[in-house]
């Protein structure tokens, strides 16, 4: 798996690893000449007494040596290059797939789990892929250099040699084979942890509320410590591998030692090939202990490269269609089929058999009580999710066939909890067009009744917005999300219960103020108030996936129970809430002769 992902992330490098290669080559070629002409100066220019000989070949040395530098040089800096750009490429390979996915795929590996896959991750296969470009050329083609020239210097070298190689790479593989699934748990338990803190840290205040800080501090604090255990168990493992690389490699260096001055001793060859024989085993030692660095890190990339991949060939259930539509050829339009949807694993579907058509300068209102399918609906038409029987229609295509953009496009959404970026008021309203003036924004903000408390925060439109827009209330956030949308001109609008937050002056306003704006547009709101529904020219009311009645608000409360009780306890609580707080008097006024007028109808 880790190779398979390097192999492929790599490609688009190709000429910098072959760069790389030549780089790695050239410097072993210099490296593994060294010695011999180490020797070959105290065979043939000490022993001999030839300075003649010395300085030539010592100049030899020389450039072999510049040779060495600059190409050693010249792969460590192009290899940090391409590890680091093959890594900017993986992460943005899988926030790509990410972006692909549906809430399905989402829920399925959860937003901790895919951040740490994105940003954890991928780090540990960049920091293994540094290494490994200095190592997996250089390495095996320095022991095999060393062992080839022991070679023609002493046979018995040259075996003792080769033992240690075994020996060693024998040794690794004992000890790091029992690593993998430590280092899978350790992953999973990072997952873990960054879904306890982000969830912590976003309901902070719930926690103080309820005063289980104590009870919270310690479910992480298991969590966490779960996480030390299996680091220490890892730990432990891998503390072993250093001191046994250095045990083997010191026997060795005493045997060397040892049979080394017996074969001297007895005129079997010379000082100068002992000493090349030396300088071989430290270049292999030395590349031993780069191997080991490398092993080191490989376990757990090799965990990680297993969990990108897991991303990379998710396939999204919302799937690309294969020849997309890229124009609607009837704008505006939005049409269901007897649309229907049951999510993963439930035994009942959310929707069923959902009929509706909705045309240009139309408002269509859809009203239910908690899970009745308000919310899913409105997901199919956006393709969140694709309908499990019949079909949604926009702009008379069908959403599966139609491209993606187009559909962005072509429907403007906002939902209950609009979500605001870390930036300004201006960059989070620019979502909706990145080329709007700051006279368009205030305009739209105006319409959104959000203009004067902008005008308040300190750089009007270039006050901050933190993250979620934690730094404004629930209604500036669902009023700075309707003044987004509305920058984008859809031939859709879809509201998603986005007024619940407001009081009903400012929503007051704000429908009067949006009417001529989406005057010609289709629009489809999401309501639980009737007071937010009753203007529509079309009701809908949803009762368990089901559409229950159908009509005006004057014709629902004289054809359907169901509305007729919604409204009766809605308008009621209603009044009582304005008349007994002192609220705006003909707000109240407003409200209670639609509660008496009601009682008239019943």
């Given at each position: 798996m880790l190779l398979s992902l390097l192999r492929t992330h790599l490609r688009p490098h190709r000429r910098a690893v072959t760069l790389l290669g030549l780089l790695q080559l050239a410097q072993i070629l210099a490296t593994l000449a060294?010695?011999?002409?180490?020797?070959?100066?105290?065979?043939?220019?000490?022993?001999?007494?030839?300075?003649?000989?010395?300085?030539r070949t010592g100049l030899a040395m020389l450039a072999v040596a510049l040779v060495q530098i600059a190409a050693s040089v010249g792969a460590v800096a192009l290899g940090a290059r391409t590890a680091m750009a093959m890594g900017r490429d993986l992460r943005s390979?899988?926030?790509?797939?990410?972006?692909?996915?549906?809430?399905?795929?989402?829920?399925?590996?959860?937003?901790?789990?895919?951040?740490?896959?994105t940003v954890n991750d991928v780090q540990q296969v960049q920091m293994l892929a540094l290494p490994v470009f200095g190592v997996a050329i250089s390495a095996p083609l320095m022991c095999l250099g060393s062992i080839a020239l022991a070679l023609r210097q002493d046979m018995g070298f040259a075996l003792l040699l080769v033992t240690l190689t075994v020996t060693v790479g024998t040794s690794f593989g004992l000890?790091?084979?029992?690593?993998?699934?430590?280092?899978?748990?350790?992953?999973?338990?990072?997952?873990?942890?960054?879904?306890?803190?982000?969830?912590?840290?976003?309901g902070v205040r719930v926690v103080r509320a309820f005063v289980r800080d104590a009870h919270e501090g310690a479910r992480f604090g298991r969590t966490n410590s779960e996480l030390r255990d299996i680091s220490l168990r890892v730990g432990r493992l891998l503390a072993t591998v250093i001191p046994?690389?250095?045990?083997?490699?010191?026997?060795?260096?005493?045997?060397?030692?040892?049979?080394?001055?017996?074969?001297?001793?007895?005129?079997a060859i010379r000082f100068g090939a002992l000493s090349a024989f030396l300088s071989y085993l430290t270049l292999i030692l030395m590349s031993v202990v780069m191997v080991t660095f490398v092993c080191l890190a490989m376990p757990r990339a090799r965990v990680s490269a297993a969990r990108i991949q897991e991303v990379l060939v998710a396939e999204p259930s919302v799937a690309a269609p294969s020849e997309p539509v890229r124009a609607v050829p009837a704008a505006g339009q939005l049409s269901l089929h007897g649309a229907g949807f049951r999510y993963p694993g439930a035994k009942e579907p959310v929707l069923r058999g959902i009929d509706l058509s909705v045309g240009p300068g139309e408002t269509v209102a859809i009203l239910g009580s908690?899970?009745?399918?308000?919310?899913?609906?409105?997901?199919?038409?956006?393709?969140?999710?694709?309908?499990?029987?019949?079909?949604?229609?926009?702009g008379g295509v069908d959403v599966r066939t139609l491209d993606a953009a187009v559909l962005r496009r072509t429907v403007g959404f906002v939902p209950q909890r609009p979500y605001?970026?870390?930036?300004?008021?201006?960059?989070?309203?620019?979502?909706?067009?990145?080329?709007?003036?700051?006279?368009?924004?205030?305009?739209?903000?105006?319409?959104?009744?959000a203009r004067d408390f902008v005008q308040l925060l300190p750089g009007g439109l270039n006050a901050p917005i933190t993250q979620g827009g934690t730094n404004v209330s629930g209604g500036q956030r669902q009023r700075l999300a309707i003044a987004r949308t509305l920058l984008r001109r859809p031939d859709i609008y879809l509201f998603d219960d986005?007024?619940?937050?407001?009081?009903?002056?400012?929503?007051?306003?704000?429908?009067?103020?949006?009417?001529?704006?989406?005057?010609?547009?289709?629009?489809?709101?999401?309501?639980?108030?009737?007071?937010?529904?009753?203007?529509?020219?079309?009701?809908?009311?949803?009762?368990?996936?089901?559409?229950?009645?159908?009509?005006?608000?004057?014709?629902?409360?004289?054809?359907?129970?169901?509305y007729r009780e919604i409204a009766r306890s809605q308008l009621t609580a209603l009044t009582d809430d304005h008349v007994g707080s002192g609220a705006d008097a003909g707000a109240a006024t407003t409200l209670q002769e639609a509660v008496h007028g009601l009682d008239g109808q019943l």
């Open positions: 060294l010695p011999t002409l180490g020797a070959a100066v105290i065979d043939n220019g000490v022993v001999r007494a030839d300075s003649g000989y010395i300085t390979a899988v926030f790509r797939r990410v972006l692909d996915f549906s809430a399905r795929e989402i829920g399925r590996f959860g937003t901790p789990s895919l951040m740490t896959r000890v790091l084979g029992r690593t993998d699934p430590f280092y899978a748990r350790m992953q999973k338990n990072l997952d873990r942890i960054n879904g306890l803190l982000r969830e912590r840290i976003t046994l690389v250095l045990l083997i490699l010191n026997v060795f260096m005493v045997a060397v030692l040892w049979f080394g001055a017996h074969r001297v001793d007895a005129g908690t899970g009745s399918g308000k919310t899913t609906l409105l997901n199919l038409v956006l393709r969140h999710f694709d309908a499990t029987d019949g079909s949604v229609h926009v605001l970026f870390s930036g300004t008021v201006a960059s989070n309203l620019r979502f909706g067009d990145p080329e709007a003036t700051d006279d368009e924004l205030w305009r739209v903000l105006e319409i959104a009744q986005c007024f619940s937050a407001l009081d009903h002056a400012t929503d007051a306003a704000l429908r009067s103020a949006l009417e001529p704006e989406i005057s010609r547009a289709t629009v489809v709101t999401v309501a639980q108030r009737v007071s937010t529904v009753r203007r529509a020219g079309r009701i809908l009311v949803l009762d368990a996936g089901r559409v229950a009645a159908t009509g005006t608000h004057e014709e629902l409360l004289r054809t359907s129970t169901t």
